[in-house]
Nanobody
Framework: QVQLVESGGGVVQPGGSLRLSCLAS????????GEWYRQVPGNEREFVAR???????YYVAAVKGRFTISKDNSRNTMYLQMNSLKPEDTAVYYC???????WGQGTQVTVSS
């Protein structure tokens, strides 16, 4: 059974940083593209960042230069380092292997003073 488990969310002040983790089990993360999405209640889920099996990355414009996606294949874990956080980054963040329709349960990130 495949599981993706996010952790690392929390409450942070504007300008602060958080690092989200996504631990995968039942799937070899190194073989797949991993992605992060986020969702605010009442809105559609929004793409944030992607990392391919080769390590190539892509970001939505709103987070480019502030967020960094990475994978540690030895730990079967994907990360999202989030710096210079803004109130508009507040959302539930999900990790996913979209090609296989595998999603985590989400972790809340709140940016507030």
């Amino acid at each position: 059974q495949v599981q993706l488990v996010e952790s690392g969310g929390g409450v942070v002040q504007p300008g602060g940083s958080l690092r989200l983790s996504c631990l995968a089990s039942g799937i070899d993360f190194s073989l797949y593209t991993g992605e992060w999405y986020r969702q605010v209640p009442g809105n559609e889920r929004e793409f944030v960042a992607r990392i391919g099996s080769s390590g190539v990355t892509y970001y939505v414009a709103a987070v480019k230069g502030r967020f960094t996606i990475s994978k540690d294949n030895s730990r079967n874990t994907m990360y999202l380092q989030m710096n210079s956080l803004k109130p508009e980054d507040t959302a539930v963040y999900y990790c996913a292997v979209v090609a296989r329709n595998y999603w985590g349960q989400g972790t809340q990130v709140t940016v507030s003073s």
